[in-house]
C-alpha cells in the first residue's frame, strides 16, 4: 500500500512550503559559500601566490583601458572628492546662516572620517572592484572554465573567491588613504577658496576636532566593509546561471545585495562604536 504525501494531493500547500523555504535555502548556500571562501584563505597564501599578485594588480590599477585613469584609486579619488566639496558647500552655507561659519573644519573632521569616507569607498569598491570581480566569474561559470579548474584539480573556490577577497582587503588600504585625503583636501578646499574663510579659523577647528581614534575605527570599516563586499560579488559570479544575459542580471543582484548590506553594516558599526557617548565633545 502506498502513502501518499500531502502535496501530492494539494499542489498549493507544496507552493507555499517552497515560497517560505527558499529565501532561507538560498541564505543558507550563501553561508556555506562564504565560509568555505574565508577558510581557503591560508591556502591561497601557500599555493597561488602569484594569481593573488595579479589579482590585487589588476584591482588597483585598473585592466585595459581603466589602466589610463589610474584604475580604482583615481575613481575612489574622484568621489571623495566630490563628497568632500559637498561637505565644504552644505557645511558652510548651514553654518553661516546661525553665525558660526567658523565650524566648517570641524564638519570635515568629524562626518568625512565617520560616515562619508567609509560609505563612499563601500560604494567605489561594489561599482567598480566587485562588480568587475562578478563579471569575471560569471563569464568562466558560463564558459565552463570554472568546472575545467575542478577538472585540474585547482581548488577553485580558494582560485577564484578567496583570492579576490584578500586582494579586495589589500588594495582598500591604499584607496581609503586616498579617499580621506581628497575628502579633507576638497572640504578645506572649497571652505577656504571658493568662500574664503580663513585658513588659520579652519584648521584650527578641524586639528580640534580630528580624533585619531576615529580614523583608526573608520579605517577598520571599510576593511569590513571591503570582506563583505567581495564575498558577495564573488558568490553571485561564481553561481552564476543562464549565459551572458545571467551574468548581466548576476552583476546587477550583486551590486544591489553589497549596496544594502554594506550600509547596514556601516550603520550597525557605527552604533557599535558611537552608539552611547559618540565620543564627541564641543569645545574649542
Given at each position: 500500500?502506498?502513502?501518499?504525501?500531502?502535496h501530492?494531493?494539494f499542489p498549493?500547500?507544496?507552493?507555499?512550503?517552497?515560497?517560505?523555504?527558499?529565501?532561507?535555502?538560498?541564505?543558507?548556500?550563501?553561508?556555506?559559500?562564504?565560509g568555505?571562501?574565508?577558510?581557503?584563505?591560508?591556502?591561497?597564501f601557500?599555493?597561488y601566490?602569484?594569481?593573488?599578485?595579479?589579482?590585487?594588480?589588476?584591482?588597483g590599477l585598473g585592466?585595459?583601458?581603466?589602466?589610463v585613469i589610474?584604475?580604482?584609486?583615481?575613481?575612489?579619488?574622484?568621489?571623495?572628492?566630490?563628497?568632500?566639496?559637498?561637505?565644504?558647500?552644505?557645511?558652510?552655507s548651514?553654518?553661516?546662516?546661525?553665525?558660526?561659519?567658523?565650524?566648517?573644519?570641524?564638519?570635515?573632521?568629524?562626518?568625512?572620517v565617520r560616515?562619508?569616507?567609509?560609505?563612499t569607498?563601500?560604494?567605489?569598491?561594489?561599482a567598480?572592484?566587485?562588480?568587475g570581480?562578478?563579471?569575471q566569474?560569471?563569464?568562466?561559470?558560463i564558459n565552463e572554465?570554472?568546472?575545467?579548474?575542478?577538472?585540474?584539480g585547482?581548488r577553485?573556490?580558494?582560485?577564484?573567491?578567496?583570492?579576490r577577497?584578500?586582494?579586495?582587503?589589500l588594495?582598500?588600504?591604499?584607496?581609503?588613504?586616498?579617499?580621506v585625503l581628497?575628502?579633507?583636501w576638497?572640504?578645506?578646499?572649497g571652505?577656504?577658496?571658493?568662500?574664503?574663510?580663513?585658513t588659520?579659523?579652519?584648521?584650527?577647528y578641524?586639528?580640534?576636532?580630528?580624533?585619531?581614534?576615529?580614523l583608526?575605527?573608520?579605517?577598520?570599516q571599510?576593511?569590513?566593509?571591503?570582506?563583505?563586499i567581495?564575498?558577495?560579488?564573488?558568490?553571485?559570479?561564481?553561481?552564476?546561471?543562464?549565459?551572458?544575459?545571467?551574468?548581466?542580471?548576476?552583476?546587477?543582484?550583486a551590486?544591489?545585495?553589497?549596496?544594502?548590506?554594506?550600509?547596514?553594516?556601516?550603520?550597525?558599526l557605527s552604533?557599535?562604536v558611537?552608539g552611547q557617548?559618540?565620543?564627541?565633545?564641543l569645545?574649542?
Open positions: 500500500m502506498t502513502v501518499s504525501r500531502p501530492s494531493q498549493w500547500l507544496k507552493s507555499q512550503f517552497a515560497r517560505v523555504a527558499d529565501p532561507w535555502n538560498h541564505i543558507g548556500t550563501q553561508t556555506k559559500f562564504y568555505r571562501t574565508l577558510r581557503s584563505v591560508g591556502y591561497v601557500t599555493h601566490g602569484v594569481e593573488l599578485i595579479r589579482i590585487i594588480a589588476q584591482m585592466a585595459g583601458a581603466l589602466i589610474g584604475g580604482t584609486v583615481a575613481i575612489v579619488g574622484f568621489l571623495t572628492v566630490t563628497t568632500g566639496a559637498l561637505v565644504a558647500v552644505q557645511g558652510y548651514d553654518f553661516s546662516e546661525l553665525g558660526v561659519e567658523a565650524l566648517t573644519g570641524f564638519v570635515s573632521a568629524y562626518f568625512n560616515l562619508i569616507a567609509p560609505a569607498t563601500a560604494i567605489a569598491l561594489s567598480t572592484i566587485g562588480a570581480a562578478t563579471a566569474l560569471g563569464a568562466m561559470r572554465e570554472i568546472d575545467a579548474l575542478e577538472v585540474m585547482i577553485s573556490i580558494a582560485f577564484l573567491a578567496s583570492s577577497v584578500i586582494a579586495g582587503f588594495v582598500v588600504i591604499p584607496l581609503y588613504c586616498v579617499g581628497m575628502a579633507f576638497a572640504a578645506r578646499f571652505t577656504t577658496v571658493i568662500y574664503g574663510q580663513s588659520g579659523v579652519y584648521d584650527h578641524f586639528k580640534t576636532f580630528l580624533n585619531p581614534t576615529d583608526m575605527w573608520s579605517f577598520g571599510c576593511i569590513a566593509l571591503s570582506v563583505i567581495m564575498l558577495v560579488h564573488t558568490y553571485y559570479g561564481y553561481t552564476a546561471r543562464g549565459g551572458p544575459a545571467g551574468v548581466g542580471e548576476a552583476v546587477g543582484r551590486v544591489r545585495t553589497s549596496l544594502i548590506v554594506s550600509a547596514f553594516v556601516l550603520v550597525m552604533l557599535a558611537y557617548s559618540g565620543n564627541f565633545n569645545a574649542g
